[in-house]
């Protein structure tokens, strides 16, 4: 099967099926426990997201607390300097908090509260995703607890400050190495007691269903917002739209605003330091079909089929799977699925500060590269890429390891 022969515009009524299937990819791989506990979240978000005050209050939430819609910015000096085709970003980085994460989990914990749960559990490697999440806690007041790999705290000390900051519980996991797998273990654990009073949420669009679909509609704001600017500015569409894919969930974020329409789609995931098993985390171009997490998708897996280890320069995008509708999506052959490495989104951060004044976090980096790469093969036309974040949180690191070009 082919994207196009889907009806068009049935596309997001069939996509997930009521399993939360996307072809052969998602579904809900937990713990009869833990699927008592899916089923009633998916049960509130259909009656919620049909629900004409939840949606006015996320649409004032969105405006007055986020700050959006963030604009569609014109980058003409970097287009000069390619040539012929037009570079765009959505500027997602100047969304509140400075990342798309923020979309998301003011949607999870809006939610949460309609379902009248006092608290919400997460896990955090980098950190990004506690900040987000802690900070929609504070704003509807609702307990907060992020569990976090000991190893990470001690790597990610400002984001731990912040969550600190706003309220939140950081709990300390100290089994195992210590990182990001040992914490989704003990978040998930510390929910199975506690799925009464209490919501887990997910930050990507990842996990057992409804969580891809969830995260999904919750970030397809930002592809709504995106192609009306970009018609308005424009009075067409884009060739091209480019996002990085680390979960996927900004990714499905601006993708969805274009999937209907005959416009390119590109998605960007890391190659690291390159295709040595190890060194990158390139999911769909290196991995097969399997289970973690709760879902069935394209992942890496080492010989005993567990999550292999990965790695990029971006913390946010070094996970060993991909959403499911990503992999749903490049079996269609809608979206095209590339790499970048470490060093070219590396060149493309200071390219991007240098040319433009917008300093791009490193996981937005990568898009940013890849759409370059893109429109010197072009020769006319545009291409619209999704700016997940701003760089301030990786100025540091870049600083020691590479100082200032
Ligand atoms: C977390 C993060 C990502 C990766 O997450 P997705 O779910 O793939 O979008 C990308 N960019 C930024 C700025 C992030 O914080």
């Excluded at 506690?130 to 190893?151: Q, S």
């Excluded at 997490?293 to 010989?303: A, N, P, T, V």
């Amino acid at each position: 099967m082919k994207f196009n022969d889907i009806e068009f515009n049935t596309y997001f009524k069939n996509y997930p099926d009521v399993n939360g299937y996307f072809g052969k990819y998602g579904g809900s791989y937990v713990t009869p426990e833990l699927q008592i506990a899916m089923d009633e979240i998916n049960e509130a978000y259909q009656t919620i997201c049909k629900s004409s005050k939840f949606i006015s209050e996320l649409r004032r939430i969105r405006k007055e607390f986020q700050g959006r819609p963030t604009p569609v910015s014109y980058l003409e000096r970097l287009s000069g300097k390619i040539g012929n085709v037009h570079l765009y970003v959505k500027r997602e980085d100047l969304n509140h908090t400075g990342a798309h994460k923020l979309n998301h989990c003011m949607g999870e914990v809006l939610l949460a509260k309609y379902m009248g749960k006092s608290k919400v559990i997460a896990e955090t490697g980098a950190g990004q995703h506690g900040v987000a999440l802690a900070t929609a806690a504070a704003y509807f007041g609702l307990d907060c607890d992020i569990y976090m790999g000991a190893i990470d705290i001690k790597k990610q000390a400002p984001n731990v400050a912040r969550m600190k900051i706003l309220g939140a519980r950081v709990i300390e996991v100290k089994d195992g190495l210590q990182t990001l797998k040992e914490a989704v273990d003990a978040a998930f654990m510390a929910y199975c007691k506690e799925y009464k009073s209490a919501i887990y949420c997910i930050g990507s669009v990842v996990g057992p269903h409804p969580f891809p679909m969830m995260v999904r509609d919750f970030q397809s704001i930002v592809g709504i917002e995106a192609r009306e600017q970009f018609i308005e500015m424009t009075g067409e569409l884009p060739d091209a739209v480019v996002a990085c894919v680390g979960g996927g969930s900004n990714a499905m974020g601006i993708f969805s605003g274009f999937l209907n329409y005959p416009v390119d789609i590109y998605g960007i995931e890391p190659l690291g330091r390159g295709i040595k098993m190890g060194n990158h985390a390139a999911s769909l171009t290196y991995g097969d079909e399997g289970i973690m997490h709760g879902f069935k998708s394209i992942m890496l897996k080492d010989e005993n089929g567990n999550p292999a280890p990965v790695y990029s320069v971006a913390s946010g995008l070094d996970y060993p799977a991909c959403g499911p509708e990503h992999a749903f999506l490049h079996d269609l052959d809608r979206v095209k699925y590339d790499v970048i490495t470490d060093d070219e989104a590396i060149d493309a951060f200071f390219e991007l500060s240098r040319m433009e004044g917008i300093i791009p976090a490193i996981e937005s980096s990568h898009a940013v590269a890849y759409g370059m790469k893109l429109a010197k093969t072009m020769g006319k036309g545009s291409v619209l890429i999704n700016l997940s974040g701003r760089g301030d949180k990786d100025m540091d690191y870049i600083i020691e390891k590479y100082g200032i070009r």
